[in-house]
C-alpha cells in the first residue's frame, strides 16, 4: 500500500496539477506589472486572503508533523500547535494595518520607510532570503520523501517535480497563481482534516472524553500523554521556543507579504479574522488525529512495521488514519492534498525569496528605486528560477540529513531579525538605521551561531561529543542580542542620519494610522 | 496631488480620537494574550505536573489540555472583539480622519 504507485491519489493530485496550471495560464495572460506579479494587483479580499495565509500556515510541516507529534507524544504536539498561533493576535493587533498602509510588496518596504533605504534593504533581504531557504530546504526534502512513499516516486523525481512546479506557478502566474493555488489546498485540507476527525469522533460518539480514555489504554506512555512530556527540558528551552514560536510568525517573510494582497487596511484585518479561526481551527483538528492515531494504529500490524515503528515514521500518522477511516479513496485523497500543500506553500516561498532579490536588491539597492518595470519583472522571474534550482539541489544534497532543526532556526531567524526591525521601525520613534542594521545583523547571527553550536547540529549531525551551546532553541539570546544592541546602537546615535530618521517617524505615525497617502485600490463591495 | 503636513492631522481631534481608541484596545488585547501564553508556557516549564492532574475526578481530560484548549479559542475571542471594536468604532473614526483630510484618496503626507 505504502510505497508502491497509488492510483486514487495519483489521479487526484493529476487533477489539482492540471486544475491549478490552467489557473496559473490565466493568471499569466492577466499579468499587467509588477503589482499583479507581487501582490496580485492587491485585489484579494479579506476572506480570500484569510484562507490563503491559513494555506501558508498548514504546510505539509504542520499538518503531517504536528499529528505526529501528538501520536508519538501526546500533550507536546499541542504546545506548538498554540505556539503556532499566539503570533496571529499580535499581527492582528499590532502589524497587520500599519503594515498594509505602509508598504506595497515586501516587509522592507514599512523598515525602510524612514530608515535610509539601501543599508536597511540589504539586511531585509539577508534575513527574508535566509528564513526562506532554510523553510524551502525543509519542506522539499520533507516533500521528497512523503512523495516517495505516498506516490512510489523515486525521491530525486519528486524533488525535481515539486521544484518544477513551483517555478511555472510563480514565473507565469505570480502572486495571483499562488494565491488562488493556496485558497484551493487550504479548501481542501480544511475539508479533508475536518472529515477524518469527524470520523474518529463519531467512533466515540463525539466524546473527547471517550477518545482521551481509549488513547491512554492503547498508547506505551499511558497517562503520561495527558500532560507535558520530553519536548521541553528547560525553563530556558521552555521560554526561548515559546518567544521562537509567537513572535516568528510575525516575521516571515511570506505571510507579511499576503497583506499587501489586499485593497486597504480594513480587508487586511479581515484576512486576519479568517486566517486566524481557520488556523485554530485546523489545530484542534490536527489534535483529534494526533489521538485518534494513536487508538487506531497502536499495535495495527497494517501500519506498524517489524521495528514497532509507524511505517514511513510518526509523520505518517494523519495518512494511515485516514485510511483506517476511509479506505483507498479517502487516504489518496489526503496524499493528493498533502502533495497539493507542499506546491503551495513552496511557491509562496520562492516568491517571497524572488521579491527579496527582485524589489529589495535589483529595484531598490541597485537600481535606487529607478528600475524599469520590465526589468524588474525580469529579475524576479530569473530569481525564482535560481531559487527552483538551488531548492532541488539542496533538497537532493540535504536527503539524508535531519532537516527539522531548520524550521525552527527559520523562526528563530524571523523572530530575531525581521520582527524586531519591523516592529521597532513601526512604533519606537529613536530607532535609526544604525541601531537597526547592527541589532538585526548581530540577531541573524546570533541566531545561526548559536544553533550550529548547539545539540541539534553540534552534535547529532556534525558528530561532536558536547554541544558548546546546551540549548536546542536560541531565541531568547538571539531576540535579546538583537533588541539590546538596536536600542544601544539607537540611543547613542548622534549623526547626521539619525535625525532624518527620527524627524520621519511622525509622517509614518499619521499614514500607518489613518492610511492617507497609502496604495490604496478599491474593490468592489 | 496635494501635501497635507503630517502636523495638521496630528493636531486634529478625531485622529486624537483614533489614536487614543485604537491603544486603548490594541494593547491591553496584546497584553492578555502574551501573559495568557507565556503563563502557560512558564507552567509547562516550572510545574509540568499540575498540567498532568485531571480536571476533575473521574475525568482523564487534564488541566493541561483543555487550558491549552482553552489558548486557542482565546487567540479566537480576542480577534473577534478586536475586530468588533474596529467595525463599530475604529473604521467610523478612521473614515472621519480619511473623509476630512484625504477626500479624494490622492492626497499624501508630508
Same mark, same amino acid.
Given at each position: 500500500m505504502i510505497g508502491s504507485i497509488n492510483l486514487p491519489a495519483v489521479s487526484m493530485f493529476l487533477m489539482f496539477a492540471a486544475l491549478t496550471l490552467i489557473i496559473t495560464y490565466w493568471a499569466a495572460k492577466n499579468m499587467a506589472g509588477t503589482k499583479d506579479f507581487y501582490?496580485?494587483?492587491?485585489?484579494?479580499?479579506g476572506f480570500q486572503n484569510g484562507l490563503a495565509i491559513a494555506g501558508d500556515y498548514m504546510s505539509a510541516a504542520s499538518f503531517l508533523g504536528i499529528s505526529g507529534l501528538v501520536f508519538s507524544?501526546?500533550?507536546?504536539g499541542l504546545i506548538y500547535s498554540i505556539g503556532f498561533l499566539v503570533g496571529w493576535p499580535i499581527i492582528l493587533l499590532l502589524i497587520a494595518e500599519p503594515l498594509r498602509n505602509l508598504?506595497?510588496?515586501?516587509f522592507a518596504d514599512i523598515a525602510s520607510f524612514r530608515l535610509k533605504q539601501k543599508p536597511i534593504r540589504v539586511l531585509s533581504a539577508c534575513g527574508s532570503l535566509t528564513t526562506v531557504i532554510l523553510y524551502l530546504i525543509a519542506q522539499v526534502v520533507g516533500s521528497g520523501k512523503l512523495i516517495q512513499l505516498?506516490?512510489?516516486?523515486p525521491y530525486e523525481v519528486a524533488v525535481v517535480t515539486v521544484g518544477t512546479m513551483m517555478v511555472l506557478y510563480v514565473t507565469f502566474g505570480g502572486m495571483i497563481a499562488t494565491t488562488w493555488v493556496q485558497i484551493i489546498k487550504a479548501a481542501l485540507l480544511l475539508f479533508g482534516a475536518t472529515l477524518i476527525a469527524i470520523l474518529v469522533l463519531a467512533q466515540f460518539h463525539f466524546s473527547p472524553e471517550a477518545l482521551f480514555t481509549a488513547a491512554i489504554a492503547k498508547h506505551a506512555k499511558g497517562t503520561a500523554i495527558m500532560g507535558p512530556g520530553? *519536548?521541553? $527540558?528547560d525553563p530556558v528551552s521552555a521560554i526561548s521556543l515559546g518567544l521562537a514560536l509567537m513572535f516568528g510568525t510575525a516575521g516571515l517573510p511570506h505571510i507579511l507579504m499576503?497583506?499587501?494582497?489586499?485593497?486597504?487596511a480594513k480587508q487586511a484585518h479581515r484576512s486576519v479574522l479568517f486566517s486566524t479561526s481557520f488556523i485554530g481551527y485546523f489545530y484542534i483538528l490536527t489534535f483529534i488525529i494526533g489521538f485518534g492515531a494513536i487508538v487506531f494504529l497502536t499495535g495495527n500490524p497494517n501500519y506498524i512495521g517489524e521495528n514497532g515503528k509507524l511505517i514511513g515514521d510518526n509523520d505518517m500518522a494523519a495518512v494511515h488514519l485516514s485510511h483506517v477511516m476511509g479506505g483507498n479513496i479517502l487516504m489518496g485523497f489526503i496524499s493528493a492534498v498533502a502533495f497539493a500543500t507542499i506546491l503551495a506553500v513552496v511557491s509562496g516561498l520562492a516568491l517571497a525569496g524572488a521579491s527579496a532579490i527582485s524589489?529589495? *536588491?535589483? $529595484?531598490?539597492?541597485?537600481?535606487?528605486?529607478?528600475?524599469?518595470e520590465k526589468a524588474e519583472m525580469r529579475v524576479s522571474r530569473l530569481a525564482t528560477i535560481g531559487l527552483g534550482v538551488l531548492a532541488i539541489v539542496l533538497g537532493i544534497l540535504f536527503e539524508?540529513?535531519?532537516?527539522?532543526?531548520m524550521v525552527g532556526l527559520a523562526f528563530a531567524i524571523a523572530a530575531s531579525t525581521n520582527f524586531p526591525i519591523l516592529i521597532l521601525s513601526m512604533y519606537?520613534?529613536?530607532?535609526?538605521t544604525r541601531g537597526a542594521v547592527i541589532g538585526g545583523a548581530a540577531g541573524l547571527i546570533t541566531a545561526i551561531v548559536l544553533v550550529v553550536l548547539?545539540?541539534?547540529?553540534?552534535?547529532?549531525?556534525?558528530?561532536?561529543?558536547?554541544?558548546?551551546?546546551?540549548?536546542?532553541?536560541?531565541a531568547l539570546f538571539s531576540m535579546s542580542v538583537a533588541f539590546g544592541l538596536i536600542y544601544l546602537f539607537s540611543v547613542t546615535d548622534k549623526s547626521h542620519q539619525s535625525k532624518e530618521d527620527f524627524d520621519r517617524f511622525d509622517v509614518q505615525f499619521v499614514r500607518a494610522q489613518?492610511?492617507?497617502?497609502?496604495?490604496r485600490d478599491t474593490l468592489k463591495h | 496631488m496635494s501635501h497635507i503636513p503630517h502636523t495638521v492631522i496630528q493636531e486634529d481631534a478625531d485622529f486624537k480620537a483614533l489614536i487614543t481608541a485604537r491603544r486603548a484596545i490594541t494593547w491591553p488585547l496584546a497584553a492578555v494574550v502574551s501573559i495568557a501564553y507565556f503563563a502557560f508556557i512558564l507552567a509547562i516549564a516550572f510545574d509540568p505536573k499540575a498540567l498532568a492532574?485531571?480536571?476533575?475526578?473521574?475525568?482523564?481530560?487534564?488541566n493541561g489540555i483543555w487550558l491549552g484548549i482553552g489558548l486557542i479559542l482565546l487567540c479566537l475571542i480576542v480577534t473577534g472583539i478586536y475586530l468588533h471594536k474596529a467595525n463599530t468604532v475604529l473604521d467610523e473614526l478612521t473614515h472621519k480622519v480619511q473623509d476630512k483630510f484625504a477626500p479624494t484618496h490622492t492626497e499624501d503626507v508630508v
Open positions: 501582490s496580485a494587483g492587491g485585489k484579494i479580499t507524544s501526546g500533550f507536546d508598504g506595497r510588496y515586501s505516498l506516490f512510489g516516486l520530553t *519536548l521541553i $527540558a499576503r497583506f499587501f494582497t489586499v485593497p486597504d524589489h529589495d *536588491l535589483y $529595484a531598490n539597492v541597485i537600481c535606487g528605486g529607478k528600475a524599469e539524508k540529513q535531519n532537516v527539522a532543526f519606537w520613534k529613536r530607532l535609526t548547539g545539540p541539534v547540529v553540534w552534535v547529532d549531525i556534525l558528530k561532536n561529543t558536547a554541544a558548546i551551546f546546551p540549548y536546542k532553541y536560541p489613518t492610511g492617507i497617502g497609502a496604495d | 492532574i485531571p480536571v476533575a475526578d473521574g475525568y482523564v481530560g487534564t
